[in-house]
């Protein structure tokens, strides 16, 4: 499950799209941000990276083993992170980052979970279908969950539709339940 995304991060994201555009350096913004959400993955990462012994050149020394093209302007955002003590918000960031950025290049993220693995064929099928149906570029993320016994669900920001066959029962059970009274 992912991290709960904060509204902070969101600040902290959109000031650096704006930072991005204006620098034309999207990718360099996503590597950091990724970077970023390495060095914080744990709660202890941050604890160590915020504490009171970490110096600001060992901190920067860390960063440059994680991430090892990082520039001027993604370390010193990296340094202000540490310096208000803001790096617990590293996965929302990021988080907050990817999605502002895929809004940019005009990219829609939907996830699909099936009961069964996906072939290539049915992937593009899926992924041509929500394309022809948004206007948008689809990147595809599929899942398998067997308890959803067959069918699909399909996520594609806060819009769901599901057409797995446990909901069907469900409701089918549901539909009976009332007919029965």
């Given at each position: 499950?992912?991290a709960?995304r904060d509204?902070a991060g969101?600040r ?8 991005a555009r204006?620098?034309q350096?999207f990718?360099?913004?996503l590597?950091a ?8 993955a ?9 504490g009171?012994?970490?110096?600001d050149?060992r901190?920067?020394a ?10 001027t302007?993604?370390?010193n955002?990296l340094r ?13 960031i990021a988080?907050f980052?990817r999605?502002l950025?895929?809004a940019e290049?005009?990219v ?6 099936s009961a ?5 064929g049915q ?18 993320e ?6 959803i ?6 996520r594609?920001?806060d819009?769901l539709?599901?057409?797995s ?6 409701s ?7 007919v029965?009274?």
């Amino acid at each position: 499950m992912p991290a709960p995304r904060d509204i902070a991060g969101r600040r902290y994201a959109l000031a650096l799209v704006a930072i991005a555009r204006d620098d034309q350096t999207f990718d360099a913004w996503l590597d950091a941000v990724q970077a970023l959400e390495a060095l914080t993955a744990q709660r202890a990462y941050v604890q160590a990276l915020q504490g009171d012994g970490m110096t600001d050149g060992r901190f920067q020394a860390i960063v440059r083993r994680v991430f090892p093209s990082v520039g001027t302007k993604q370390m010193n955002f990296l340094r202000l992170l540490r310096r208000k003590g803001r790096l617990g918000l590293g996965s929302s960031i990021a988080s907050f980052y990817r999605e502002l950025y895929d809004a940019e290049r005009g990219v829609l993220r939907a996830e699909v979970t099936s009961a069964v693995p996906l072939d290539d064929g049915q992937r593009q099928r899926l992924q041509e279908k929500i394309a022809r149906d948004t206007g948008k570029q689809v990147e595809l993320e599929a899942r398998v969950d067997a308890a959803i016994m067959g069918g699909m669900v399909v996520r594609i920001g806060d819009r769901l539709v599901d057409g797995s066959t446990r909901t069907r029962l469900r409701s089918l059970r549901t539909q009976l339940e009332r007919v029965a009274r």
